[in-house]
């Protein structure tokens, strides 16, 4: 007997074939003809209030139909938007000491990516501080080899539980709070490295920084998603990857600043409890997201964070808003009619084939952007300088090439990822710094004694390519996991991409060294390294969907597609791009012949 269609398949089975257009199409045709719009079926306000007050205003039943309203510009968005107005001035609702505001809500936009950002800095801060203090470290506490491995090893450890932490965080504490928690954690593993005189006191510091790493780690771009318009949602979450680049190259410059002083080590590992500080203060002043108070039933509550950061003045936010609680709420309705799925939605990771897509395809970016290598080469990277012929303080100060140009290249993906896309993004940057391997293990072959300045300015070389395009790449490794799960899934898709990333960087830092011996250095970065960037780039161009520009809601759509679909699409289009890149339209294929919506209802 065959079986009842999941949700994710009614979604797609409800979309007519002129709002499958809207949702689905990659909007090719429109670059030549212009879009016939519908004229809008708006009401006036009394119109409007008269139907509430018969309860004649129609139920939606599901986000197409929402999908569809928008679309037609319906007058059911503006009866929710007064509904809900109604119901906060009979609640005399009075902003709280901590509920900050502006006239132009943009800039309240920018500046909660500011503050929930300064994760990815500190993030990024703990990582390349580590770097400077490897010089110093293990002399003074007396560490071998294998333990000064495990003490590099220990944040990504104890990121791994953070990560395992996110979900219930998320879930029980809210997006917000678990932010706050994360900075707390911050700042006593801070301390407590500091402070540190023995190898089980600097492994423990480690790891409890590393658990807040891993719960604002996945918490920050989730936050930001759920939060900011769907025109920048790439960008800003990018601004979270430039953050954890701006944070490296800052290490560097602490680490710098101190290498002179006695018992440097300490004030390098410590400055870090300057930042989260600020932070912990800093996420007091903003709101929780609008979606996870949606999620958890707080329609009211949502809408008065809605009203802050977004606004309800323009026709798009109205329609978003719109879309998102009829969204959630089908969501929520869904998972509340199948017993197994209330006590454990997470199994629909498993039998629904729209969010085991999501799942798969998030992880595998993930995967791809940890096991070349990156984090291994940033936490060892003043030894590895140091290897090829600097001295210790000068390879404190080298360590600033590769940082930054690992911040370098995080800049064009901030503001041309809504531009060309997620896929032609990671089609395009992978083989970069797999080139960067390539010169890194081919300055291993010359022979320090005879050709030094050789060997360094080819390593330099292939580390700046190998850095300033991972930037860029690893941009991806935020954006496309924060936005590809359902809303009721977020928070637990999320714990298994912040814990596997963790993971994969655990691996490849605690293995580092030991797989430098066995396989040699050219070996582990170009055989191993370089063969995951290169299965990695074959992967991008056969299954990875485009994402660009789609609010969240009709990402769902797309991820209820066949993955055979995805397939022969994205094949298709590697055709249609040869042919383009053949005929020297350059600048269609840079943007994927999509022009960038100026509505969520705009074909």
Known sequence: MASEPNMWERRASQLDPELMKTVLADHKASIEAEYDEKPPRRLTEPEIREKIR??????????????????EGGWEIDALIIELEDELKASNYKPGRFDLSFKDPRHFTWLLVAFASMGGLLSGLDQSLISGANLYLPKDLGLTTRQNSLVNSGMPLGAVGGALLLSPANEILGRKMAIIVSTILYTIGAALEAGSVNFGMIVAARVILGVGVGLEGGTVPVYVA????????????????????????????????FLHVRGNWRYILGSSL?????????????????RFLMHKNKTLEAYKVWKRIRGVDTLESKEEFFVMKVSVNEEEREVATGASNKTFPWVDFFTVPRCRRAIIYANIMIFLGQMTGVNAIMYYMSVLINQIGFGAAEANYM??????????????????????????????????????????????????????????????????????????????TWVIPAEVYPTYLRSYGMTTSDALLFLCSFIVTYNF???????????????????????????????????????????????SRPTRDIVAENLANVKETWGDLLAGRWRKVATGGMPRRASIYQA
């Open 399 to 476: 360590s600033l090439v590769g940082g930054g140009a690992l911040l370098l290249g995080t800049i064009p993906a901030i503001f041309l990822m809504e531009t060309c896309g997620r896929r032609f993004w990671a089609i395009t940057m992978l083989p970069g710094f797999f080139v960067g391997l390539v010169l890194i293990g081919c300055s291993y072959l010359i022979d320090l004694k005879t050709n030094l300045q050789g060997a360094e300015a080819l390593y330099f070389l292939g580390l700046i390519l190998y850095m300033g395009f991972f930037g860029s790449y690893a941009c991806l």
């Open 54 to 71: 018969q309860k004649s205003v129609p139920t939606v039943r599901g986000e197409a139909e929402a999908l569809a309203i928008a679309r």
């Open 513 to 559: 060294s030991a797989m430098e011996e066995a396989m040699t250095r050219i070996g582990l970065t170009l055989g191993f390294y370089g063969g995951i960037a290169v299965l990695g780039w074959f992967y991008q161009i056969v299954f990875m969907p485009e994402t660009k520009d789609k609010t969240l809601e009709e990402i769902d759509v797309v991820f």
């Open 226 to 257: 759920e939060t900011v318009e769907r025109r920048i949602r790439g960008n800003l979450v990018s601004l979270y990857q430039f953050n954890i680049a701006l944070g490296e190259v800052l290490g560097y410059v602490v680490a710098a600043i």
């Open 274 to 290: 300057i930042f989260s500080t600020i932070m912990f203060f800093g996420m007091l002043f903003l709101p929780e997201s609008p």
